[in-house]
């Protein structure tokens, strides 16, 4: 399973990841994905702490197995001047630089932006935070709980006669680590646009694109998924409010439950569609209804509408109601648990999970890598490694040899 040639449309660009949990790896897990080196940098002391996170196997998180895919870990204690010489050097030959830190803690170990620019004009550094790299609250701790909630997110999840909700996934973390991708990709390209990768000298022969930080606040990625938010309150003094399952202002769209338990999502907004659903219902009289044709119409009678939906629904097994619904051409669809989803006829032909195989034999499956690119796919080299299991190999690319590896082992500086 495991390979060492590089491939894909990242390769040879090479990643320093310096972060922990979720924003940051998730960022520059895509990366390893599709072809990019990354060196996620670990302390000694355990490494990232999502290796003990939720359903582990010997004592690891099945989910490191997917969040540090394709990566090379380096164990290094980045308190000690020595390891903070090490992290330098990796920093300023990467092209991308991927941290998570609170502001400033780079800073202290001389691995700030602006210090690797001095040096490295081509620097390309995504920094993912709470608050951002500015601003009163840059300097408090972030989470992507905070960021959901700050962003918007949470205020309108959930019913309107209870408090907000969670989704059950840290979507404000990988909102910003997509963010994070997305804007190390734009300045990748404006750099080799300018010049390209730096040539390693200074002065006079100093030859470098132009390099540049990518700021990523967790709330503003969260803001940022917002749709109308802004505008429909800036103009209209509109705070959008929690609608539990339904899709605010747009009717029908909501989830209902069927005879036998199971929970569907009916989308029948469009004015032909609802016309058709409620055909498919055996509800001529609403069909027919000319205050129901539009959904400005429909939008006043929302009750009325999502009550006939739910009475027929509970006539109905899922796959009965998805039998009709779909023979309507209304769009529906049941809201898979897992279970669902590795049975489900599309995602396996879609080829959405990967076998693979722990050192010890023990058979997995990983989800599969997207976005799909036609010629340069990303691919699973290999699973989430051991703490430290590329530190000699990283070492010695620098020109550490075997009596100085033993040396740093020895200090704890690995």
């Known amino acids: 399973m495991k390979k060492t040639a590089s491939s894909g449309p990242l390769a040879g660009i090479k990643v320093l990841e310096l972060g922990t949990l979720i924003a940051g790896p998730f960022c520059s897990r895509m990366l390893a994905e599709f072809g990019a080196d990354v060196v996620k940098i670990e302390s000694p002391d355990g490494g990232d702490p999502i290796r003990q996170w939720r359903v582990l196997k010997d004592g690891t998180s099945l989910w490191w197995s997917v969040q540090a895919r394709n990566k090379k870990s380096l164990t290094l204690n980045l308190k000690d001047p020595r390891g903070q010489k090490i992290a330098r050097q990796l920093a300023l030959e990467a092209d991308i630089i991927i941290e998570n830190y609170r502001p400033g803690v780079l800073e202290k170990w001389s691995l700030g932006y602006e210090q690797l620019k001095a040096e490295n ?3 390309i550094m995504v920094r993912l935070s709470g608050f951002g790299q500015t601003g009163p609250l840059k300097d408090q701790p972030g989470f992507g709980a905070i960021g959901e909630s700050m962003g918007g997110m949470r205020y309108v999840s959930g019913f309107p006669d209870r408090p907000p909700l969670r989704i059950g996934i840290s979507i404000g973390d990988s909102v910003a680590a997509l963010h994070g991708v997305i804007g190390a990709m734009m300045a990748l390209r404006h750099r080799d646009a300018t010049g390209g990768r730096w040539n390693g000298k200074s002065g006079d022969e100093m030859l470098a694109g132009q ?3 990518i700021d990523v606040a967790l709330y503003e990625a969260v803001f940022n998924m917002m749709e109308s938010l802004v505008p429909e309150y800036d103009y209209a003094g509109v705070v959008r409010e929690r609608t539990g399952g339904a899709l605010p202002g747009i009717v029908p769209s909501n989830t209902y439950t ?6 569907i999502v009916i989308a029948g907004n469009g ?5 058709r659903l409620m055909l498919a219902m055996g509800r001529d009289d609403l069909a027919g209804d000319a205050q129901l ?7 006043p009678r929302t009750a009325e509408i999502d009550a006939a939906i739910q009475a027929w629904c509970t006539t109905q097994t899922i796959d009965s109601a998805l039998a009709i619904l779909q023979a309507a051409d209304v769009p529906v669809g049941k ?12 995602f396996l032909a879609r080829r959405m999970f990967e076998q693979h195989a722990f050192p010890d034999g023990t058979p997995i499956k990983l989800p599969a890598i997207t976005p799909k690119l036609s010629e340069t796919p990303g691919e699973t080299k290999w699973l989430g490694p051991t703490l430290g299991e590329h530190t000699d190999e990283v070492l010695k690319t620098l020109g550490y040899d075997e009596t100085g590896i033993a040396e740093l082992r020895r200090d704890g500086v690995v």
């Not at 069927?258 to 929970?263: F, L, P, Q, R, Y």
């Not at 044709?293 to 939008?299: I, Q, S, T």
């Not at 809201?335 to 599309?346: E, G, L, N």
């Open 121 to 123: 004009p081509a620097t």
């Open 211 to 213: 390099g540049q930080m």
């Open 258 to 263: 069927t005879g036998d338990g199971e929970n």
């Open 271 to 275: 004015d032909a569609i609802f016309k």
């Open 293 to 299: 044709a539009r959904n400005d119409g429909r939008v």
């Open 335 to 346: 809201i898979y648990s897992v279970r669902d989803m590795m049975t489900d006829p599309q």
